[in-house]
Structures are given as C-alpha cells and as structure tokens.
C-alpha cells in the first residue's frame, strides 16, 4: 500500500535512520513483544526504550497486539510493529512510500467488531 | 396501516444492518468468516421473516420464519462462544439463571430460542465487563426484541389492553430492537474500520 499520511512518512524515515528505534522496530517484526523483550533483544537502555516505544506507539508504527496477564496477575502489553517492509523512493520534491502492512486489516477490524481482540479495543494505546 | 408501514420498516432496517456482515464475510479469508457467514444467514431469514409479514404471509413469517431466525441467532451465539472460549480460554460454561416470568410464554418456541441465545450472551457479556462490547450490545437487542414478544403475546392474549390507536405493541417494539440492531453494527464497523484506515489518511 501506498503511505499517504505526512506524519507517517516523517516518522518512518525517522524511525530507519535512528539505529536505536530500528532496533527496537526490528525485535517486534515477527512477534509481539512485552517492553522487556524488547529491550533484551534490541539492547537498548530502559530509559531509552520506554521512551522510544512509546514514540512509535505515538506514531502508529508500533501497537499494542495483545495483552497477557502474567504469573503474578499482572496486565502487560504485548506491541507489534504494524509495518514490515518499505520501499521508498524520492524524486524533486515528491517521496513515494510503500509499505506493507504486518496484520491481516481484516481480520483486525472483525476482532474489533466482535470484541473479540485480546485487548477489546479497536484503538491504538498509547501508554505504555 | 401504521402495522403494514412498520412491517415495511422492519424490512428495510434489517436490510441495512445485513450489508456489514456480508461485507466481512466476502472480504475475510479465515476463521472469523464462518462467524460472519451465520450472521449474515441470521439477519437474511430475519429479513425474509419481515418482509414476507409486510406482504401479508402471516404464517410463513411468524410460524416459520421468525422461530427460524431465532434459532439462526441462538446457532450464531454458540458459534460465537466457540470463537470467544478459544480467544478468551473459557475453561466451562456455568448455568444461567433464565428469568421465565411469564408461563404462557413456554409456548413460544421463537422466545426460548431468544432466551437460549440471550443466555449466551449475557453471559459471555459479564466477561467482558464492558457495555462496549459486542456482546452486551447484541444482548441489549435480544431483550428488546423480546420484550416486544413479550408484549406482543400479551397484548393478543387481551392482558395488556390498548387502544386502536396504539397499534401492534410487538411489533412496535420489534422496530425499535430492529433499529438499535442495525445503529449498533454500523457503528460498531465504522469505529473498528476507522481505527485501522489511519495509514493512509492521518
């Protein structure tokens, strides 16, 4: 699919030319991931990654797929990236962005409509 | 009159709510079609169940039809709870109090049916503990439709007396669960579509 939104385009370009939050991107691509996976795979400080991952939530690349209770009965989030491949390309004054998508849109919209996603929300969180 | 205009709107309501599910049910390539498919099915034979009472075919819609949309609905609730307990990881499924206030009612087939699906989803709906989700919402419209069987019965039955004016209760009430039914699925598709186009539009 063709990116249109602004923002979007802005914080992808951001998003790969910052090591840290390619990292960060990287270790969620494939599975969803709490915050401490994330960190344990991509090395990134504490501080940094919260900081990070709450940005890309911010910016719609990353999103809360699901939420585990953990052994102690704790909720916690489990984030995904929602992209997971780019091709872009400038020319004077025009950049055109492809991405594809990394989740079934429909399948996300029945869960949604059925209530039957984990988190029972159709809206991206956007704490951490 | 009013009864012929109402049965009209019935049908044309219930026609409008049926687009959605189709919608999904054609673009969906997995599990959750069947889900989609038997709600489909469910507002069809509801819609069949309308539009042959507006063109008069008394028995084949309350005799046939609606008792059989009932059971498409009550058939979609236990789909439903099968797709839920293996999301959700439903261990069993405990008994519900069933309110059986009103004896004569034991008749309807179409109201047990209703109650049977209403069971499933009140129950899944405590669950949930969110008055947004599907399942509380579609538990709202079986009591309403319900309660308008309730009421229709009652009213033939000469308990409930009205004047001419007045009309079908029944189906009057039947409208308004018909019409909540179809705001709730396309409001329910419009905030989960709108939640995933921003890609392309923010």
């Known amino acids: 699919m063709i990116v249109k939104g602004e923002r979007l385009k802005r914080a992808i370009l951001l998003g790969l030319a910052d090591t840290e939050l390619q990292r960060i991107m990287d270790a969620a691509v494939y599975q969803s991931k709490s915050v401490n996976q994330i960190i344990q795979e991509s090395k990134v400080s504490h501080s940094t990654a919260y900081r990070k991952i709450r940005w890309l939530v911010e910016e719609k690349l990353l999103i809360v797929d699901k939420i585990e209770i953990t052994g102690d009965g704790k909720k916690s989030s489990l984030f995904r990236t929602t992209l997971k491949s780019f091709n872009i390309k400038y020319e004077y004054n025009n950049l055109i962005m492809e991405a594809e998508q990394n989740f079934d849109t429909m399948r996300k919209i029945t869960e949604n409509f059925f209530t039957l996603s984990d988190h029972g929300s159709p809206h991206v969180s956007s704490s951490i | ?202």
Not at chain 2, 159 to 173: C, F, K, T, V
Not at chain 2, 175 to 181: D, E, I, M, P, Y
């Open chain 2, 1 to 202: 009159m009013l009864d012929t205009q109402l049965h009209l709107v019935n049908g044309i309501v219930i026609l409008l709510a049926a687009g959605i599910p189709l919608y999904l049910t054609i673009r969906l390539k997995n599990d959750l079609r069947r889900l989609t498919a038997i709600l489909s099915i469910f507002i069809l034979i509801h819609a069949a169940y309308c539009w042959l009472d507006y063109f008069g075919f008394d028995f084949l819609s309350d005799g046939v039809f609606e008792p059989l949309s009932a059971a498409a609905l009550l058939f979609f609730g236990i789909s439903y709870y099968g797709i839920a307990k293996r999301k959700d990881n439903i261990k069993k499924m405990v008994a519900i109090w069933t309110p059986i206030t009103f004896i004569p009612l034991m008749d309807s087939f179409t109201v047990i049916l209703l109650l049977a699906a209403l069971s499933i989803f009140l129950w899944l709906a405590t669950r949930a503990k969110k008055i947004r989700s599907f399942q509380f919402q579609i538990s709202i419209f079986i009591i309403i439709w319900v309660l308008g069987q309730v009421a229709g019965s009652l009213q033939d039955d000469g308990i409930i007396a009205l004047s001419p004016l007045q009309g079908d209760i029944g189906l009057e009430i039947h409208v308004v669960s018909l019409v909540f039914f179809s705001i709730m699925v396309w409001l329910r598709f419009y905030y989960s579509h709108r939640s995933l186009i921003w890609l392309n539009t923010s």
